[in-house]
């Protein structure tokens, strides 16, 4: 038998059909090898205590697939030339070490569903991961709004100074928007932690498999029930994902933004060591933003990810095409490039320099033009004939700041709210739960 294709029957396809429906399924397939290893495991569990497989046959292969797993922690599991994806390769292993029990890790499933169980696994992990660097930041980003919180800079609306604001708010509003990143990541990561192995090729199997067992081995909260539905099913839960990512690559590309914006010598409100900035190779006075550009422009191509998630998947009929594929590339290559900017932004920011007497410039004096109408108003004073009047003395830049201790409300400047913005994120944060690739191997080999 020829283990290069699951599918194989005997016809050999031509090497230009087999390069070009492969793609980049070599390289991507790697990041999922280890959770296809998991995957098998629970599968072979589930074989044994249904009776589809012996106990002596049940031992062979954990054995079998552990020491594929010690391969893949070393980094020595590759996919082989002529081996077209990482569960061919494992079954093409399995034969090799124990013969005819190794071409029985199959029974039972699709390489549909062993692909949509090893996909889901890898995605939950890399979710649990992303919000852990999410919180990181969001650490980070509560710490210096506390620091700063008595450090005032202009407010701006279109482009303009606006109003008074701190440095505390600043940080703490992208804290915030944090939190409603990891709101949504939490959402997909719910879709994504539901069971399809089982579903076969998405119309079940007249095999007595036990679906509940292998879901509670490999921790998912529920099964996908419907068969059907695993197939139909397919890009909902990426296009999930995508959403939760773009969510957050915006906060991350607008705050880079500011922080560009605030570099810049016009503005100076901000700035970091030489050695975190970069230089020109002809004007040596300038320093350079560059690691906040990067973000911002890997932050803007990520948020293009839902459209493309949208477009693979729109309108293709129920069942599985070959389309969904492509999938794979986006959704691996997102986690990657966000998690990247998230810790590099988190390592930044370690080392921010804030400026401290911005408002000394008479620039920003009309900025406080509106809490002059509203001490007017305070006394008395009907809104509309205080505006009117403060209008009239904005000629002479003769304004009354007004105390920050006036500022009292919630989310002001003078109230930041940053406990209870802390208290929102640590209850978003109970829904994520780190379950590593490692433990689930050691409880599978619990089963020995």
Request: with cysteine.
């Amino acid at each position: 038998m020829n283990y290069s294709r699951l599918w194989d029957k005997g016809i050999v396809p031509h090497p230009a059909i087999i390069e070009f429906t492969s793609g980049k399924e070599r390289e991507t397939d790697l990041l999922l090898a280890g959770w296809d290893i998991v995957g098998s495991m629970a599968h072979v569990i589930m074989l044994c205590k249904v009776g589809l497989i012996s106990s002596e046959e049940k031992h062979n292969l954990l054995e079998s697939l552990h020491k594929l797993f010690l391969r893949y922690m070393k980094g020595d599991l590759k996919i082989e030339d002529g081996v077209e994806d990482i569960h061919s390769q494992i079954e093409k292993e399995l034969s090799e070490m124990i013969g005819a029990t190794g071409r029985k890790v199959h029974t039972g499933r699709s390489r549909n569903d062993q692909v949509l169980l090893a996909i889901r696994l890898f995605t939950r992990a890399e979710i649990d991961d992303l919000a852990v660097s999410v919180r990181n930041l969001f650490d980070k980003l509560i710490a210096l709004g506390n620091q700063y919180k008595e450090v005032f800079l202009p407010g701006y609306t279109h482009m303009q100074p606006a109003m008074l604001s701190s440095f505390g708010l600043w940080f703490g509003g992208y804290a915030e928007a944090l939190t409603d990143d990891l709101f949504l990541l939490s959402a997909a990561r719910a879709l994504n932690n539901r069971n399809p192995l089982g579903t076969a090729a998405g119309y079940g199997t007249t095999l007595p498999l036990d679906r509940s067992l292998t879901t509670s081995l490999l921790e998912f909260d529920d099964m996908i029930f419907n068969s059907a539905y695993a197939g139909i099913n397919r890009g909902k839960v990426e296009a999930a994902v995508a959403a939760s990512l773009s969510s957050l690559a915006n906060t991350l590309s607008k705050f880079s933004m500011d922080i560009c914006l605030f570099m810049t010598s016009e503005f100076r409100f901000i700035e970091f060591p030489d050695e975190l900035i970069t230089g020109s190779s002809i004007m040596p006075q300038k320093k350079n933003p560059d690691v906040f550009e990067l973000i911002r422009a890997k932050c803007n191509l990520i948020q293009a990810l839902p459209a493309q998630v949208n477009m693979l998947i729109n309108n293709l009929p129920s069942g599985y095409n070959r389309d969904l594929q492509l999938l794979k590339t986006l959704i691996f290559n997102a986690f990657i490039d966000i998690i990247e900017c998230v810790d590099v932004m988190t390592f930044m920011l370690g080392e921010i320099k804030v400026r401290c007497d911005i408002l000394e410039n008479i620039q920003y004096n009309t900025i406080f033009s509106a809490e002059e109408v509203n001490r007017m108003v305070r006394n008395g004073i009907p809104f509309r004939d205080a505006y009117k009047a403060v209008s009239e003395t904005l000629k002479e830049n003769s304004f009354r700041q007004t105390n920050p201790s006036d500022y009292k409300h919630e989310g002001s400047i003078g109230n930041l709210c940053n406990d209870n913005i802390i208290a929102r994120a640590d209850k978003i944060m109970g829904n994520f739960r780190k379950i590593t690739i490692t433990y689930l191997e050691e409880k599978m080999m619990s089963y020995l």
